[in-house]
C-alpha cells in the first residue's frame, strides 16, 4: 500500500473516521491513506442503521421512518479537515458529519444540529462560547473483569473515599489522570483542570471554554481517550450517570455570548438584559430539553435532593442548587451553568438543545421568574416552583410538547429521538430493568461501556 501523509509531519498508515449517533456514542470507521485521499470531500458510506440501533443493538421501531430511512440505505460522513490530527504513531483521525445523497444535511446528525443553532445565534450579532465538565468513575478492575462481574461490586481507583478534591489518593489515580493529560497534550486538546470529584473513583475533567462545535468534538475524543488509557494500565471507565448506588456523574455546561467583542451577559449591577432572557428560555425549555440531556433510565435516578443535580426548575445568582447558575459582576467571566445534563449526555445534542433554549429566549425576549435566594432542593409544594421532570417518558412528552425546541431542532430530530426514549423504556420493563432497585443490573449492563 502505497503511504499518504494525511497530516503535518505525519505518515500515516491508517485513517480513523469519527463521529456520534444520537445516543453519543462514538463511532468510526478505518480506511488506508488512499481512500481517504478518494473520499475526503465526497464523503464515506455508513448505513442508516447507525440511527436505528439502540444500546443493546436492537432495532428501535415506534417513528415512520423518512424517506433516507429505513432499508439499511447509506449515509455519508463527510471529514471536517480542520479536525484531522495523529492520533498515534500510523493512525490519524478525523471528525465529520452525517450528509444524505442529496447533499443535505441528515437531519439528527448531532454535529449539524450544533451547528444550525451556532449560526443562528450568530445570525443576532453573538458568537458563544462554551466550556463543559466531564465526569467519569475509574476502577481498579480490567474493563474484562469489570464484564465477567456483570459491572458490579468492582474496586474504585485511588481509594474508597469519597471527597470532593481529596488528594490522599493512592499513586494509581494519580498516575492514570497524568497519562489522560499527556494524551490530551499530544492530540491537540486544551483542558483546564482535573480533580477528585464526590464519589469514590471519581474524576471530573475540565476542558478550555471555546466555539461550540469544537468543545463538542473535543468532548468526544477526550472521552475516548480516557477511555484507551484505562484499557491500556488495565482498568475501567464509565461516564454511567450513576454507575453505583452512590453519587451520580454530571456533565455541566458552561456558557457565554459575545457581541462586538464584549461579554453580552455583563452588566454592573448583575444580570444584563441579555442575560435574563436567555435564562428565561432556557428555564421555558428545560422540561422540554431534559429528555435530551437525561436520555437514558439510570439519568433519572441522579435527580435526588440534596446530593448535587438540580430537581426544580429554577435559577439563582452563583447558587448551585439551581438548575441554571447564573455567574454576574465580571466584565469577562459572566456566564450561565447549565448544571442538568448528566455524563451520559450527547453533548453535541447537549448543546443543540441549549443553544436553542438561549437563542429563543433572546429572540422573543423571554422572562424569567424570580431567582431562587435559597436551597432550591426539598422546597415544599406552594411556591410555584416545578420539579424537573423525573422519569424518561414525562421527559419525553414533555419534549413532543415544546413548540420552542419543535421548531429550532426540528420535527423529525424529536420525533425521532422521542420514539428513541419510549423505546428505551419498553425495553427496561420487558428485558429484565427494575424500576425499584438502586441500579438495577440491566442498568449496568446496557450503559457501564455505552455511551
Not at 209 to 226: E, N
Request: a negative charge.
Amino acid at each position: 500500500m502505497s503511504e499518504l501523509t494525511t497530516t503535518a509531519g505525519s505518515g500515516a498508515r491508517a485513517v480513523r473516521l469519527e463521529a456520534t449517533n444520537h445516543e453519543g456514542c462514538f463511532l468510526g470507521k478505518t480506511v488506508s491513506p488512499n481512500k481517504f485521499a478518494v473520499g475526503k470531500d465526497s464523503g464515506f458510506a455508513f448505513a442508516d442503521l447507525l440511527f436505528g440501533l439502540d444500546l443493546g443493538n436492537l432495532p428501535a421501531f415506534g417513528a415512520a421512518f423518512p424517506a433516507w430511512r429505513g432499508h439499511l440505505d447509506d449515509v455519508y460522513l463527510r471529514p471536517d479537515l480542520s479536525t484531522l490530527v495523529e492520533w498515534k504513531p500510523g493512525l490519524d483521525s478525523v471528525i465529520g458529519d452525517y450528509w444524505l445523497k442529496d447533499g443535505t444535511p441528515v437531519p439528527l446528525c448531532p454535529r449539524h444540529l450544533v451547528r444550525k443553532l451556532t449560526e443562528r445565534l450568530a445570525a443576532q450579532g453573538f458568537t458563544a462560547t462554551v466550556a463543559v465538565e466531564i465526569e467519569a468513575t475509574v476502577f481498579e478492575e480490567s474493563i474484562h473483569e469489570a464484564r465477567a462481574r456483570g459491572y458490579r461490586d468492582l474496586s474504585p481507583l485511588g481509594g474508597a473515599a469519597g471527597t470532593a478534591y481529596h488528594l490522599a489518593k493512592s499513586k494509581d489515580w494519580t498516575d492514570y489522570m497524568d497519562a489522560v493529560a499527556d494524551r490530551l497534550d499530544e492530540v491537540g486538546i486544551e483542558w483546564e483542570a482535573w480533580s477528585d470529584e464526590d464519589a469514590a473513583g471519581q474524576i471530573e475533567l475540565n476542558l478550555a471554554p471555546g466555539d461550540p462545535i469544537k468543545v463538542a468534538d473535543a468532548w468526544a475524543r477526550t472521552r475516548q481517550i480516557m477511555r484507551e488509557v484505562a484499557f491500556e494500565r488495565g482498568h475501567a471507565v464509565t461516564f454511567m450517570a450513576k454507575p453505583t448506588a452512590g453519587y451520580g456523574q454530571a456533565s455541566h455546561i458552561n456558557l457565554s455570548l459575545r457581541r462586538d467583542g464584549v461579554n453580552a451577559f455583563y452588566a454592573a449591577d448583575g444580570p444584563s438584559d441579555t442575560m435574563r432572557h436567555a435564562i428565561g428560555g432556557l428555564l421555558a425549555t428545560i422540561e422540554g430539553n431534559t429528555s435530551i440531556v437525561l436520555p437514558q433510565i439510570t439519568s433519572y435516578r441522579r435527580l435526588v435532593d440534596l446530593t448535587g443535580p438540580p430537581v426544580t426548575i429554577s435559577w439563582g445568582i452563583s447558587n448551585k442548587t439551581t438548575a441554571v447558575r447564573a455567574v454576574c459582576g465580571h466584565p469577562e467571566y459572566s456566564r450561565l451553568e447549565y448544571r442538568l445534563p448528566g455524563a451520559d449526555a450527547n453533548l453535541y445534542l447537549a448543546l443543540a438543545g441549549v443553544l436553542a433554549g438561549v437563542s429563543a429566549g433572546i429572540e422573543r425576549e423571554i422572562d424569567p421568574p424570580e431567582p431562587v435566594n435559597d436551597m432550591a432542593w426539598c422546597l415544599p409544594p406552594g411556591l410555584g416552583i416545578e420539579r424537573i421532570p423525573d422519569t424518561i417518558t414525562k421527559a419525553a412528552a414533555a419534549l413532543d410538547a415544546d413548540p420552542i425546541l419543535r421548531e429550532l431542532l426540528g420535527d423529525e430530530f424529536v420525533d425521532h429521538w422521542i420514539a428513541s426514549r419510549k423505546w428505551e423504556w419498553m425495553q427496561f420493563h420487558t428485558a429484565g430493568g427494575d424500576p425499584f432497585a438502586e441500579l438495577s443490573e440491566w442498568e449496568s449492563a446496557r450503559y457501564f461501556e455505552l455511551p
